[in-house]
Nanobody
Framework: QVQLVESGGGLVQTGGSLRLSCAAS????????MGWFRQAPGKEREFLAS????????YYADSVKGRFTISRENSKNTLYLQMNNLKPDDTAVYYC??????????????????WGQGTQVTVSS
């Protein structure tokens, strides 16, 4: 079992940047592909980005491509999401999750397991 804890959220102005972290427990973090999702009030959970186990393959939703960068440090059991040029529409709770062996191109939350509790990101206009 893997436990995930997100951090790094907060309040930022339009055009600003934040880096989210996802700390994973367990020694098998490096075996898993990982992903980031977000959920705004009244909306469905939205896929953002994913990364394979050794970080040599990444995949992004069109809505964040070119602005967000996913990365990982297996030696630190940590996943990251660098977010640049933030917009008010990026306001949401952000979650990391473990891909359950499906291709990293899947965007379905149902193909992920072991979710963190989320971290709030608010972008002011």
């Amino acid at each position: 079992q893997v436990q995930l804890v997100e951090s790094g959220g907060g309040l930022v102005q339009t055009g600003g940047s934040l880096r989210l972290s996802c700390a994973a427990s367990g020694r098998t973090f490096s075996l898993y592909a990982m992903g980031w999702f977000r959920q705004a009030p009244g909306k469905e959970r939205e896929f953002l980005a994913s990364i394979n186990w050794n970080a040599d393959n990444t995949y992004y939703a069109d809505s964040v491509k070119g602005r967000f960068t996913i990365s990982r440090e297996n030696s630190k059991n940590t996943l990251y999401l660098q977010m640049n040029n933030l917009k008010p529409d990026d306001t949401a709770v952000y979650y990391c999750a473990v891909n359950n062996g499906i291709s990293i191109k899947t965007q379905s939350p149902g193909d992920y397991t072991y979710w963190g509790q989320g971290t709030q990101v608010t972008v002011s206009s």
